[in-house]
């Protein structure tokens, strides 16, 4: 037969109570920091992401006003949780806008590595090309037919 394990919380039940309360509550604490840092910090996040990539925001309303003829409710939703949650919205902007200028820049490295980099020219002092021993070389090497050569 196989091994049962059981367990049990004889008297301990009340402290495991109390710890899982306590570690409830330090969650809450740290949220609501979290929050408060954001909701501070939310007009100078949005101004990065205007500078950064504008068009993250203005996706980001495009999307919610195809909510909005899509289905209403959803709309208004998305829209009252935009204005409730403004600080974690900018915030997921941010981390949008960022990761956006991060696959432009692969992107465009990428491309760089395969098409290969432009090479600034130099130019060098013009002097008038002398071909006349060319042409000599020319005149003076035997013609051949095509009959000739086949």
Do not use: H
């Not at 501070?40 to 990065?48: E, H, M, S």
């Not at 709309?75 to 981390?95: C, D, W």
């Not at 098409?115 to 600034?120: E, N």
């Amino acid at each position: 037969m196989a091994d049962r394990y059981e367990f049990n919380m004889k008297g301990n039940s009340l402290w495991s109570i109390l710890i899982l309360v306590m570690m409830f509550i330090g969650v809450f604490v740290v949220a609501r920091l979290i929050f408060r840092l954001l909701y501070f910090l939310a007009p100078a996040l949005l101004i990065a992401v205007l500078i950064i990539d504008r068009r993250v925001i203005t996706e980001y309303f495009q999307w919610i006003g195809r909510a909005w003829k899509r289905d209403k409710i959803l709309g208004i939703g998305a829209g009252v949780l935009t204005v409730i949650g403004f600080p974690v919205v900018v915030a997921f902007l941010l981390g949008k806008a960022i990761l956006r200028k991060q696959v432009r820049k692969a992107e465009s490295e990428y491309i760089r590595q395969r098409d290969g980099d432009l090479v600034d020219f130099e130019e060098l002092d013009s002097k008038p090309l002398n071909f006349d021993r060319l042409d000599k070389q020319v005149k003076e090497r035997p013609s051949y037919r095509e009959e000739d050569l086949i």
